[in-house]
């Protein structure tokens, strides 16, 4: 008969229906698989490494063994304090980083309104699909690639070369200009498309039938809303470009924050500790960053 | 259950701690009064060896034939550069490689570190080819002591685009001064350095010739006054710079994009540009002279395989080794028996024309040659003369940085 051989009923029950009841019954597990590990991920390798880093920067380098030594100092510190290449250097990055940045808000501003408020469903995604290509081929192509452009006999030397500009930018600081605002120029429409697609058409609606023309509105309504959203965008270009060492060597001659940091920590100088204190300096420059954004909302827009 | 993450976070960084501290601690022993080590063909290999060394340095036709003669198994970990080099030795306090192929620049800091074993060179049975210049050299020994055995050597020239800049240079001022005869440098933006501490000393070498009232008479050795002026030369200098080139291929990229068209170059740099054949270039030893380098092959006083690296550094003296490499990386043997192997070798690969043309380049044997070569070593405090007031390596280090910073 069919009731004989009858296992019992959890059993039948296939192994994924029964993990989905236990995760389902049990709260705790189901957070500890879901964000458990990215959240491990984070605080062992990145929280974790900024400790350390923090920590190393109060050891000092025997200048004689080349060895670490593990006493607490502000040596590293006070050189970077009193040795002016550390400063101007700090300075150039900063300034081309804020270069980068305004340069990447001025390109993304009319291309994300265009794309937000103006243009066919079909362009908008066409737009979009565009700016997102360059982000699937590998930032060291990208750079290679402008390394190509930039050349003596390169397409940019040539195209300007006709309006009789020869040599520029060269290997100059220009250089490095050029290819970090094209690199981080997707980063920073993103975020101001976002913006622009959140500012409810009510609203605009409502302005124009209270009497405010065009451009009214558009200061007074749309720039406040859309505001947080390029703030926003700012933080990576502006994060990116102070942390770049890469493209730096490439293209050009100068030396940036990151290039200094990655010859004092390997090749140049191994001199660890030091290389730790000035990572410091990027660190702190952020910090401050993000506590102005936060204040004008623009976490709330990403 | 949230606990429950923080606690696996915890551990884990934990784990972490303890094993970067363990790494570190353990760096500082490392035995430099040891007794000069000496080879023995009859030891028993340990079955493998792991090099750090320049690119090109133990290409599979150098290794294979050790490998199977000893049952030693080559691991090669190359560096760019001899701070990299310098970092690599140092690391699980030495215990992981055991031997390295070190510049000058590099090998005085790695003795003074202890972390280079001494050898009794005459216990290699081909040591008696090498080059008089290179029997005992300040890079390498110290004291009488030997800290290994020499592999190649060469120069670092002035390499132009011969297209471009005529008259052929005669001195290193196309690459340092503005001002050439009353007119302004015609390959200023065009020029190039290398972009590391170590090239202060042909700077330094310029000033040798050009303000003898400095009174510098060793260019790795120099005041804090003579420093400065070499500074100020290659500050100067930065504004003819088009890019400065620290791994090989930098350099001939720009040489064949055309951004650059003058400066200091390996002869082996040169060598790709030829075989390359995009742009016309040639060399010139100077007037003023070239600094250079001549490495060595030295074996960790933490060496965990040291019978396999004694027998390298036998095997590394041989002639066809010697020739071999010196081809590949277009420098020259330490062995005088080498030349005629090398010669066979640039006119196997380059053709008949070529490669005789080539050959003389290599200055192969040529001691009055190598001994005008102001060969790379690390500064240090002591200048040679009696005092001690000279700059260190970290000084340079940091002066360096001025001049890439400005």
Redesign the interface.
Known sequence: MATTNVAPRSARRPFTRRASAFLFR????Q??FT??PT??WM??IYL?SLV?LLISSFWT?N??????E?TWSFKNYQTILH?S??W??TFRTVVLAAAVTVTDVLLAFPLAYYAARMASPRIRNLLLFAVVMPLWANYLVKVFAWK?ML????PVDAFLGSFGIH?WP??SIYSLWLVLSYIWLPYVILPILAAFERVPSSYLEASGDLGARAGRTFRKVVMPLVLPGVVAASIFSFSLTLGDYLAA?LV??T?VLGN?ID?LA??????KPLAAALSTIPLAIMAIYLLIARAMHAFEAL | MRRGIALVAIVGAMALVAAACSNNSSSSSGGSSATALSYDPSAQGEGELNLVAWPLYAEPDVKKPFESATGCQVNVKEANTSDEMVNLMSQGGGTQYDGVSASGDASLRLIAAGSIAPVNVDSFSDFGNVMTSLQSPAHNTVNGVHYGVPYVWGPNILMYNADVVSPAPKSWDVTFEPQINGQSNPYAGKITGYDSPIFIADAAMYLMAHQPDLGITDPYELTSDQLDAAINLLKQQNGLVSKYWNVWSDEVDAFESGDMVAGTAWPANQNVLISDAKVNVASVTPDEGVTGWADTWMMSSNAPHPNCMLAWMNYTLSDKVQAATAYTFGATPSVTTACKGLKANLIAGYGQEVGTNAYPLYRCGDDSYLSSIYLWKTPVPDCGNGSTDCTDYNTWTQKWFEVRGQ
């Not at chain 1, 050349?151 to 390169?154: E, I, L, V, W, Y």
């Open positions: 049990h709260r705790g597990a957070l500890t964000l458990g959240l491990t605080v062992v974790f350390v380098l200048p004689l063994t080349a060895q670490v593990h040795e290449v550390y101007r250097v190509t050349a003596t006999g390169g040599g060269g290997t060597p050009s001659k030396l200094l010859q390997g090749g140049t100088a191994n001199n």
